[in-house]
C-alpha cells in the first residue's frame, strides 16, 4: 500500500498520559500536515511540514503537543498530559508541494480520553 | 481570514436523483477549491478541485462543481444519486500558493433505495 499510513488506528487513554501517534506520508511528498477532527465538524488544521521543517501551528497546538518529522519523512505527534477535550480523530496528510497540492489523507487515529 | 459554510448537515436523495450539495467560500484572495469525500472508517479522499482553470470542474464518481466568484460558491452536484455516494462530503478552501486548508463542517448525504 502506498498511501498515507498512521499508527496506532485507536487509542484509549486515561486523562493525564501521554499518547504518541505516528504517521507515514506517501513517499516522494514533501508537505505533511496534522489535522484533528471532533464529531460532527470538518478537519481542523493542526501543523505543517515542509520536509523537516515545521512551517506553521495553529493556536489550537497548545503547549501539550508537540509534532516533529525528524528526517523529512514519517512525522509524530505527541499529546503530553492529555485531556477529555482531547478526544477526537487525528487525521495526517501529505502533499507533493507543488501549487494545487491536493492532499491525501490517512485513516485517521482515535483517541479517547477517560 | 478564510472561511468555509456549508449549507445543511444533512442531505437526502432518492436513487437517481439530482444530488446538490451547497459550499460558500469567504477569502480575500484567489482561493483553491475543494470537495472531499469521506466514507466510514476511511480516510477523506479528493473528489475534484478548482485552481483557477475551468470554472465547471468534473471530478471523480460523475460529481462536477461550478465555481461562482459572484456568488463566492463551489456547489456539488451530480445528476443521478447512487446509494454509493452515501457518505459525509467536505468543501475545502487554500489560498493560491498556500497550505492551510480550511474545511466546512460536512454534509452528510443519505440515498434512499
Known amino acids: 500500500d502506498t498511501g498515507v499510513s498512521q499508527d496506532p488506528r485507536h487509542k484509549i487513554t486515561k486523562r493525564g498520559q501521554n499518547v504518541t501517534f505516528r504517521c507515514d506520508p506517501i513517499s516522494e511528498h514533501n508537505r505533511l500536515y496534522w489535522y484533528r477532527q471532533t464529531l460532527g465538524q470538518g478537519p481542523e488544521f493542526l501543523t505543517y511540514f515542509q520536509n523537516e521543517a515545521q512551517l506553521e501551528k495553529s493556536r489550537l497546538l497548545s503547549d501539550r503537543f508537540s509534532a516533529e518529522r525528524p528526517k523529512g519523512s514519517f512525522s509524530t505527534l505527541e499529546i503530553q498530559r492529555t485531556e477529555q477535550g482531547d478526544s477526537a480523530m487525528y487525521l495526517c496528510?501529505?502533499?507533493?508541494?507543488?501549487?494545487?497540492?491536493?492532499?491525501?489523507f490517512g485513516p485517521g487515529t482515535r483517541l479517547t480520553v477517560l | 481570514a478564510q472561511s468555509v459554510t456549508q449549507l445543511g448537515s444533512h442531505v437526502s436523495v432518492s436513487e437517481g436523483a439530482l444530488v446538490l450539495l451547497r459550499c460558500n467560500y469567504s477569502?480575500?484572495?484567489?482561493?483553491?477549491l475543494f470537495w472531499y469525500v469521506q466514507y466510514p472508517n476511511q480516510g477523506l479522499q479528493l473528489l475534484l478541485k478548482?485552481?483557477?482553470?475551468?470554472?465547471l470542474v468534473k471530478g471523480i464518481n460523475g460529481f462536477e462543481a461550478e465555481f461562482k466568484k459572484s456568488e463566492t460558491s463551489f456547489h456539488l452536484t451530480k445528476p443521478s444519486a447512487h446509494m454509493s455516494d452515501a457518505a459525509e462530503y467536505f468543501c475545502?478552501?487554500?489560498?493560491?500558493?498556500?497550505?492551510?486548508?480550511?474545511f466546512g463542517a460536512g454534509t452528510r448525504l443519505f440515498v434512499k433505495a
Open positions: 478548482y485552481t483557477s482553470a475551468a470554472t
Open positions: 477569502s480575500s484572495v484567489p482561493p483553491y
Open positions: 496528510a501529505s502533499s507533493l508541494g507543488d501549487g494545487s497540492d491536493e492532499q491525501f
Open positions: 475545502a478552501v487554500m489560498n493560491f500558493g498556500g497550505f492551510k486548508t480550511i
